[in-house]
């Protein structure tokens, strides 16, 4: 098999990857030119769309850290998106699970890159909770890196198991 046809799939998961930043910025744009800040809509008893701004890292890690943490998450997110890059890059064609996985982690990681670099901080929306206690807000970029990384995970156990 040439190498061509063996790494023609590699323009599939640059696709994913990019319908993943598109939809994540779309529904990003959708919330921010609908809601104020903090402001809260209601779905459902375990669900609200809200409108808030995370600066730090996951679940508002470092989120009062003065600034440079804008920055720093900004530079790792670049180290991490080339090295998905290259990874895509050199699958073959059989691995379309570790393909996808890493589209996603890649779309998403960029998704949240482009709010960070625009505004500073990273647009969140997604609230489900449970009487009291909220699951901390959210978006379609987060969702998609942490589908991609379990699958990744699973693909990982799954290959071990065939080899």
Same mark, same amino acid.
């Given at each position: 098999?040439?190498? #061509?046809?063996? @790494? #023609? ?26 809601? %104020? ?9 375990? %669900?609200?769309?809200? @409108? ?17 943490? @804008? ?6 997110? $670049?180290?991490? #998106?080339?090295? $998905?890059?290259?990874? $895509? ?15 996603? $982690? ?12 625009? %505004? ?11 009487? #009291? ?31």
């Amino acid at each position: 098999m040439c190498e #061509s046809s063996a @790494r #023609s799939n590699v323009q599939v998961w640059y696709l994913v990857t990019l319908f993943i930043l598109a939809f994540d910025q779309i529904t990003k744009t959708i919330i921010v030119t609908t809601f %104020f800040y903090g402001e809260s809509q209601a779905i459902s008893s375990f %669900f609200n769309v809200v @409108r808030v701004h995370n600066e730090g890292a996951a679940f508002s890690f470092l989120s009062d850290a003065g600034g440079w943490q @804008r920055w720093a998450l900004s530079a790792l997110a $670049i180290l991490v #998106s080339v090295m $998905i890059i290259i990874w $895509i890059s050199r699958l073959n064609r059989e691995k379309w699970l570790e393909g996808l996985s890493l589209s996603m $982690i890649l779309g998403g990681a960029l998704g949240n890159l482009w709010d960070r670099l625009t %505004f500073g901080y990273v647009v969140d929306f997604l609230d489900f909770h449970w009487m #009291s206690w909220h699951f901390p807000a959210f978006n379609l970029a987060d969702s998609a890196i942490s589908m991609g990384a379990v699958i990744l995970i699973l693909d990982s156990f799954l290959t071990s198991r065939s080899e």
